[in-house]
């Protein structure tokens, strides 16, 4: 986001910064007690799930990681993942380079509304369900009606279910955001971070939690230091964020609905938009590949292109509206200056 970081936050690192930059003292294993705490009294006391013991917490680098980890002891390479396409770009390349092929579970434009809709597929072939929720990159927020019906296809397949849920903060009124393990907590690994809410990409802290026993097993069972660990700033930040940063994301919330808004009125009629309902993406319809390239040579427009979202992103951009308002203007102006 195109915001400076939280107060709060800026104050957790400053202070480490003059305390102690050596070995913290944690001494449990596999994530930080100040972390795990946070999580839990944060996805508690937020969206009303209590995530199990301590002990099926672990903290990785990113979500990125977590994901590979996960799939390396869970698939073989060949099996098959459902994910809801078009998918987060970075997971794409995941899965590609795991070729761990995708079983799409595609959006569909919602004729009886303005959103995006997923019919689920016979998921008899995958492996896993990787869920991204809320969704990226059309930003949806998924319903309890939907995540029943996936929660039914996975328990009827035996499907291990991978919930990345880092955009649970980014949800708009009136709509809410439902952990998937809450509907389903033994198939379900929840993977989080404060990265995107708060702005803090480069800090490097996730959590993931393991409500798959088999998965954890195997995970645990790696030697320690393998698959690597949060650092201090990351957990800092993290921590201070998920306690202290509220009032904070309560103005930028306001900032984002503001221009999520803003972008419905003023994108020019060729592009299609339909509002996110949760997010600081907006998934653009240009009609026609190749749309980032052009806007990027013609306008100097940098959007993400649809393609790197596999299946069903060909004639999308994908734009990031997490900025000031005239720095929006003056990128919507230029868009509307290249004819689709």
Known sequence: MDFPVAPVIREALERRIVTDLGYPTWDEQYAPAPLIEAFAERSEG?????????????????LNQALQVILHTTTEPGDPVAVHTPAYNAFVASLTEMNRPILPIAAQADTDGDGWRFEVPDLARAKVLLLVNPHNPTGRAFTRAELTELAEAAERHDLVVISDEIHADLVYEPHRHIPFATLLPERTITLTSASKAFNLGGVRCAVAHFGHEATRKAVWSAPKFLYGEA????????????????????????????????????????VGYRVPEATYLAWLDFGRPGAAERLEREAGVLLSGGEQFGPGGEN????NFATSLPVLEELVGRISSVEF
């Open 46 to 62: 937020k969206y009303g799930w209590r995530p199990s013991g301590p002990d099926r917490v672990r903290a990785f680098s990113d």
């Open 231 to 270: 650092n201090l700033f990351g957990v800092e930040a993290t921590v201070a964020a998920w306690r202290h940063g509220e009032p904070w994301l309560a103005e930028i919330l306001g900032l984002l609905d503001r221009n999520r808004r803003m972008l419905a009125e003023r994108l020019p009629a060729g």
């Open 316 to 319: 999308f951009a994908r734009l």
